[in-house]
C-alpha cells in the first residue's frame, strides 16, 4: 500500500520560501509507472493542481501550473525516496491546504494523497 | 481545459439516485477522474477513465461519458456518501478539477 507523508511548517511569512517534503512508501520516487504532484485547495480557488515530477527516458521531468511556474519547483530525492515542493515570494493568496499526491500513468489518475499540509502566510 | 461541474450543491435522502455531472471545455477522451473528499480529509479516487470503479469503491458509484460529457451516478445515497465531489482532467497540461458539488442530507 502506496502512503505519503507530508511535512512542513505552517506559517510562513509574506514574500519568503514555502518547502514542503511529500515521504513516499510502497513505492519509489523514481518509478516510471507515476508522476509525483503537488495539490492546493483554498476556498477562493478550489483545488488546484501545481506541478509535478517524474523519471523517464533516463531523466527527470518537471511541468508547473501556468499560475505558479515562475516561482515553484519541484525536486525528487533518491536517496530519502521523496519528493519536494518549494514556491518562492508567497503572499497571503497562496493561503491554503496542500496536498501531494501520486498520479498513475496510463489512465493517470492520482490515487494516493498525503493528507494535507495547512498553510498561512502571514507575517 | 475548464471543467464545469454541476450542481454545486444538492440534498437528498438515503436511498436516493444522485447524478453530478461534469463538462469539459474540449474533448479530454476518457482522462477523466472522480474524487470523494470529507471536511478536514485529503480527496479520495472514486473512478478513473471516466467509468472504471477503483478497488475497495462500493458499486453504487458508477461513471460514465467520453468527449465532453462525464457524469457520476450514486445508485442508492449511503449516510457515508454525504460529502463532496470532485471531477479532474489529465488530458491536458495542466490538469484541472471541477469545482465540485456539495450532496447535504435532505
Known amino acids: 500500500q502506496v502512503q505519503l507523508q507530508q511535512s512542513g511548517p505552517g506559517l510562513v511569512e509574506p514574500s519568503q520560501t514555502l518547502s514542503l517534503t511529500c515521504a513516499i512508501s510502497g513505492d519509489r520516487v523514481s518509478s516510471i509507472s507515476a508522476a509525483w504532484n503537488w495539490v492546493r485547495q483554498s476556498p477562493s480557488r478550489g483545488l488546484e493542481w501545481l506541478g509535478r515530477t517524474y523519471f523517464a527516458s533516463s531523466k527527470w521531468h518537471s511541468h508547473y501550473a501556468v499560475s505558479v511556474e515562475s516561482r515553484i519547483t519541484i525536486i525528487p530525492d533518491t536517496s530519502k525516496n521523496q519528493f519536494s515542493l518549494h514556491l518562492n515570494s508567497v503572499t497571503p493568496e497562496d493561503t491554503a491546504v496542500y496536498f501531494c499526491a501520486r498520479l498513475q500513468w496510463g489512465s493517470k489518475y492520482l490515487d494516493f494523497w498525503g493528507h494535507g499540509t495547512s498553510i498561512t502566510v502571514s507575517s | 481545459i475548464q471543467m464545469t461541474q454541476s450542481p454545486s450543491s444538492l440534498s437528498a435522502s438515503v436511498g436516493d439516485r444522485v447524478t453530478i455531472t461534469c463538462r469539459a471545455s474540449?474533448?479530454?477522451?476518457?482522462?477523466l477522474s472522480w474524487y470523494q473528499q470529507k471536511p478536514g480529509k485529503a480527496p479520495k479516487l472514486l473512478i478513473y477513465?471516466?467509468?472504471s470503479l477503483r478497488s475497495g469503491v462500493t458499486s453504487t458509484f458508477s461513471g460514465s461519458g467520453s468527449g465532453t460529457d462525464f457524469a457520476l451516478t450514486i445508485s442508492s445515497l449511503q449516510p457515508d456518501d454525504f460529502a463532496t465531489y470532485y471531477c479532474?482532467?489529465?488530458?491536458?497540461?495542466?490538469?484541472?478539477f471541477g469545482q465540485g458539488t456539495k450532496v447535504e442530507m435532505k
Open positions: 477513465a471516466a467509468s
Open positions: 479532474l482532467q489529465t488530458n491536458d497540461l495542466p490538469w484541472t
Open positions: 474540449q474533448s479530454i477522451s476518457t482522462y
